[in-house]
Structures are given as structure tokens and as C-alpha cells.
């Protein structure tokens, strides 16, 4: 999904002076700065891009988030949070039997996609953790969503299994979308809130967790933000 990962986890987490971000959210589909920085991203890895691939669908209430720092008004993270549906998740190409029988048990599921952080921004860490926090509020907090499924290309299973506590479930399948293998990846979304509760708003703490959690927004911070969201 997003390229560089490894790297990406061994930057610093606490750089001075770190710009302050502003993160954002509603309904539609990628577009302007936020589809340039996909295209951009996924592109640094050889995969292809296509407008309808990154749109998402607002019949179904799709959300678009992002993430821009301040200091210079420049997007550096993108996610878009898809809601199943009568047309479903873009993961059917794929993995529709996989799907199909959480649906057939009453699992209401969420896909997240459309995931790029900007390398060049400050703090890409706590963009990738705040961007991924925002996505939890809307899919499970707000819509009540039981559990995350992503696609996730497979040389990056390791990162979204250490930082975020995604499982894959799959052997590795060609996507047509992007021209290249893919795996699904999935976390029930009370473990995020578990994870959340446990390491949420202590960055200090980053090294010991292992994991992005410890950057995601503390309680209090957490409710007045849920309390915003569109």
C-alpha cells in the first residue's frame, strides 16, 4: 500500500519542532493534492495508478481523510475508509470468499486504502498513526464497523503486523488494479481500541510498544475529536 514502510518505522518519532498537523475528513473521493500524493507514492513502487481505483463512492458514505501540516498548508497523508455495501469493498476482486463469510456470520466490515504519507514530511510516524486513528474513529466509533480488512502488498505484511496488529489471512494474489501481488490483512476493530486505550497519547513510550500506538491521541483528545467528526 505505501512504500518504504521499514524505513518509515526506523525515523525518528520526535523530531524538533515538528510542524503541527491538521487532520481532516468527508465524504467523496481522492482528489486535488490528496490524489497526487497517492499517485505519487504508489508510483515510487512500480504500481499503477487509476482515478477510479482511488475514488471513493459517496452513495456509500465513503470517508476521505487527510492529513496536512501546517506550517506550509502541504497534505502529507492520505486514507480513504470504505463501508461494505450493496456494491461491496474493492478487497471482493479478490478475496470476496474470504469476505463473504464474515458477512454471512453479521460481521460488518470496513476497508481501508488509499494509504500514502508523504517521506519527506517531518514526523511520517505520527502522520501514518493519526491518519490510521482518524480512519478507527469514522469505521468503528462512529459507524460501528466490527472489523478492518486491507489489501497490502507482501513484503509489507511484517510492518502492518508490528505497528498496527493486522493479521494476514491469505497467500498472495495478483491485483489487476495495481499490476502486482497482494495479501488480506485484518484486525477485529475492538483490538485497535484495546491498543489505542493501552498506549494512546504516551510517544515517550514508542520504543517499548513497538508499535504505532503509543502516537495515536490520548483519551480526552479522542473524544473531543469523535465529537467533530462530519
Not at 478492518?148 to 502488498?153: A, D, G, K, Q, R
Request: glycine fraction near 8%; proline fraction near 5%; aromatic fraction near 6%.
Amino acid at each position: 500500500m505505501m512504500s518504504s514502510l521499514d524505513a518509515l518505522f526506523g525515523a525518528p518519532a520526535d523530531r524538533p519542532h515538528a510542524p503541527d498537523l491538521a487532520l481532516d475528513s468527508g465524504f467523496g473521493g481522492l482528489e486535488g493534492d490528496a490524489l497526487d500524493l497517492v499517485a505519487r507514492r504508489y508510483g515510487d513502487r512500480g504500481l499503477a495508478v487509476s482515478r477510479e481505483r482511488f475514488s471513493s463512492r459517496r452513495q456509500d458514505g465513503d470517508i476521505v481523510c487527510t492529513a496536512r501540516e501546517k506550517a506550509d498548508d502541504r497534505i502529507v497523508g492520505t486514507l480513504s475508509v470504505r463501508f461494505d455495501g450493496p456494491q461491496g469493498l474493492h478487497a471482493d476482486l479478490l478475496f470476496k470468499t474470504e469476505l463473504d463469510d464474515w458477512r454471512a456470520e453479521g460481521v460488518r466490515l470496513c476497508e481501508f486504502g488509499g494509504l500514502a504519507v508523504d517521506r519527506h514530511s517531518h514526523d511520517p510516524k505520527r502522520v501514518l498513526a493519526q491518519i490510521f486513528h482518524l480512519g478507527y474513529l469514522h469505521a468503528h466509533r462512529r459507524a460501528r464497523c466490527e472489523r478492518l480488512v486491507i489489501e497490502v502488498n507482501p513484503r509489507h505484511i511484517g510492518f502492518y503486523r508490528r505497528c498496527l496488529g493486522l493479521v494476514p489471512l491469505t497467500a498472495a494474489r495478483h491485483n489487476p488494479r495495481v499490476n502486482a501481488p497482494a495479501v488480506l490483512m485484518s484486525v477485529d476493530f475492538l483490538s485497535i481500541r484495546e491498543q489505542i486505550s493501552l498506549w494512546g497519547g504516551q510517544p515517550d513510550r514508542l520504543a517499548s510498544a513497538r508499535s504505532l500506538y503509543p502516537l495515536a491521541w490520548d483519551k480526552a483528545t479522542e473524544a473531543s475529536l469523535l465529537a467533530r467528526l462530519p
